[in-house]
């Protein structure tokens, strides 16, 4: 095992500790595992979602053992990120986190010259790396991109009402910063090992009382999601990945561990096929919303789909 290194300041990573290491880029935060393979077969980038930062560490592991050098990229105002006096997650334009992803690919790329580059990236950050990859499909900057749970349409969201949705474009420019919607993440809640799931992460960084979701910061997204229902061109292969179903988000649901709680995955599905003309879709039985926090059956599954679809990118070859 090496460590090839761009010319960024790494440091141990204090949220994973020793294994992991990250450094501060223009605003964002990349992070890695500190020993990769010595021969890489190829290279992913991940981009976390809304209300979320990189916590996964066995995503990372799933992927350095199948020979991919691996990065992560917490994206202004989020997980890392996040300064002092900062909104969590805002952002008025979804160009900016397209930007944090064009810096981590920028630096992945020359710690890895020509080897295949793939982005991995779930929900918020779907939406923002599906635009990202079509704004770049004449430059080959990436070689193939994955998709888990993305958020293509408002309307697969349960906690925007019609008549909410009808006034954000005329108030979100008079009052960005207004919470048009706030509830608890059950999803979220159940996740951790504090209540009884799986998983370890910093709940300040992730919280389970859910994050506002503010009129700035919808209008982007629903901006960008009627760009990409009018059709994409991802010059890419794609891989589309989400649960088998959807559910309420309430600790009433018995399948609170065994749905997408957030989205509805029919919305999914349906828009899919707009990202491009090489687009794969795999819907995961028993899968939650973020598909590798899944219980070990489904996430495997997952896990076994993404690397295998990595690995055909990595024959095709990388950039030139």
Not at 7 to 26: K, Q, R
């Amino acid at each position: 095992m090496t460590n090839a290194a761009p010319s960024v300041p790494w440091a141990p990573d204090a949220p994973l500790g020793d294994a992991f290491e990250s450094a501060p880029i223009a605003g964002a935060t990349l992070v890695r595992p500190r020993r990769t393979p010595s021969d890489p077969r190829g290279v992913v980038v991940h981009l976390h979602g809304y209300n979320d930062y990189f916590f996964q560490a066995h995503l990372a592991e799933a992927f350095t053992r199948a020979g991919f050098a691996f990065y992560a990229v917490d994206a202004r105002r989020a997980g890392r990120s996040l300064r002092p006096g900062e909104v969590p997650h805002y952002q008025s334009d979804l160009h900016e986190q397209a930007t944090d992803l064009s810096t981590a690919v920028a630096l992945a790329r020359a710690a890895h010259p020509g080897l295949p580059l793939i982005v991995h990236a779930h929900s918020t950050g779907g939406l923002v790396a599906a635009l990202w990859a079509h704004s770049h499909r004449e430059r080959r900057t990436v070689d193939a991109l994955v998709l888990n749970s993305p958020f293509l349409d408002v309307g697969a969201s349960s906690w925007l009402s019609p008549v909410a949705f009808a006034m954000l474009d005329v108030a979100a420019p008079l009052s960005p910063m207004v919470q048009v919607t706030s509830a608890p993440s059950w999803y979220a809640t159940y996740q951790h090992v504090e209540h009884g799931g799986r998983w370890d992460f910093d709940t300040s960084l992730k919280r389970p009382q859910g994050l506002p979701a503010r009129a700035g910061w919808l209008r982007a997204v629903v901006r960008a999601q009627v760009r990409l229902a009018a059709g994409l061109e991802v010059g890419c292969p794609v891989l589309v990945a989400h649960s088998a179903s959807s559910g309420i988000d309430s600790p009433d649901n018995p399948l609170l561990d065994a749905q997408d709680t957030v989205l509805d995955v029919a919305h999914i599905e349906r828009l899919a096929p707009r990202l491009g003309d090489d687009v794969r879709t795999v819907a995961v039985e028993g899968g939650v919303h973020d598909l590798s926090l899944s219980a070990p059956a489904p996430r495997a599954l997952y896990l076994d789909e993404v690397l295998s679809f990595a690995a055909s990118a990595g024959s095709a070859g990388g950039a030139p």
